[in-house]
C-alpha cells in the first residue's frame, strides 16, 4: 500500500480564522513533508519532517506551523492567512533521508485551501 | 546551481502516435531522478525512479530512461487516459530535497 491521505479535501477560510490540515501514512515511512502547489507550477517545498523532527524548513512565514505528533501523522496548523496562500497543499511521504541514498516521495491528493 | 528543465512544455498526440518528453538536468551528483504524473487538482503519481546512467525502468506504456545529463519518458501507443501533466524531479548531492522541473502537460486526442 502506497497511500497517503489528507484531509479535508476542500477548506476555505477567511483571514483571521484558524484551521489545520491532516496527513497520515502507514508505510513505515520516517520522513514526511509539506508542499504548497499553485495552478501550472510544480509543487514548492516547505517542510520536512525526518524521524518526527523538523528537518528542512524552507523560510516559510509564520503563519504555517507544522506540527508531526507521530511517525505517522503530519499536520500544517494556519493562521491569519493572506488571500495568495491560496493553493493546492501536498503532503508526501518517502522512506527516510539519508546522505547517500534516495528515495521517492508518495504523494497525498492534496488539500484544496481557498482564502478569502 | 541545480537545474532541471523539462521541453516540450505541452504535447498533443493523436491516439496511438508514439512520443518522448525530455528532462535534461544540471545537478551536482545526482542521486536520485523521479518522474510523476499528475492529474488536474491532484496528488503528483509516483512512476519511476532512476539511479544510475543507462539505466531504464517501464511500466505499461511508458519507459523511462537516462543519461548523465538527461532523462526520456516515452510514451507508446498513448490513450486518452495518459493525458496529464508528467513531472520530473531530481535528488543532487548538495540538495536535501526534491528539484522539480515546469512539467509537459500531454494530451491525446481520440
Known amino acids: 500500500d502506497t497511500e497517503v491521505t489528507q484531509t479535508p479535501k476542500h477548506l476555505v477560510m477567511g483571514m483571521t480564522n484558524k484551521k489545520s490540515l491532516k496527513c497520515e501514512q502507514h508505510m513505515g515511512h520516517r520522513a514526511m513533508y509539506w508542499y504548497k502547489q499553485k495552478a501550472k507550477k510544480p509543487p514548492e517545498l516547505m517542510f520536512v519532517?525526518?524521524?518526527?523532527?523538523?528537518?528542512i524548513n524552507e523560510s516559510v512565514p509564520s503563519r504555517f506551523s507544522p506540527e508531526c505528533p507521530n511517525s505517522s501523522l503530519l499536520n500544517l496548523h494556519l493562521h491569519a492567512l493572506q488571500p495568495e496562500d491560496s493553493a493546492l497543499y501536498l503532503c508526501?511521504?518517502?522512506?527516510?533521508?539519508?546522505?547517500?541514498?534516495?528515495?521517492?516521495?508518495?504523494f497525498g491528493p492534496g488539500t484544496r485551501l481557498t482564502v478569502t | 546551481e541545480d537545474q532541471v528543465t523539462q521541453s516540450p512544455e505541452a504535447l498533443r498526440l493523436q491516439e496511438g502516435e508514439s512520443s518522448s518528453l525530455n528532462c535534461s538536468y544540471t545537478?551536482?551528483?545526482?542521486?536520485?531522478l523521479f518522474w510523476y504524473r499528475q492529474d488536474p487538482g491532484k496528488g503528483p503519481e509516483f512512476l519511476f525512479t532512476?539511479?544510475?546512467a543507462g539505466e531504464e525502468k517501464e511500466k505499461e506504456r511508458l519507459k523511462a530512461t537516462l543519461t548523465k545529463k538527461e532523462s526520456f519518458l516515452h510514451i507508446t501507443a498513448p490513450k486518452p487516459e495518459d493525458s496529464a501533466t508528467y513531472l520530473c524531479?531530481?535528488?543532487?548531492?548538495?540538495?536535501?530535497?526534491?528539484?522539480f522541473g515546469k512539467g509537459t502537460k500531454l494530451s491525446v486526442k481520440p
Open positions: 524531479a531530481v535528488h543532487g548531492g548538495s540538495q536535501g530535497n526534491l528539484i
Open positions: 508526501a511521504s518517502s522512506r527516510r533521508i539519508t546522505s547517500g541514498d534516495s528515495y521517492e516521495q508518495y
Open positions: 532512476l539511479y544510475s
Open positions: 519532517y525526518s524521524y518526527e523532527k523538523l528537518s
Open positions: 545537478v551536482s551528483g545526482l542521486r536520485g
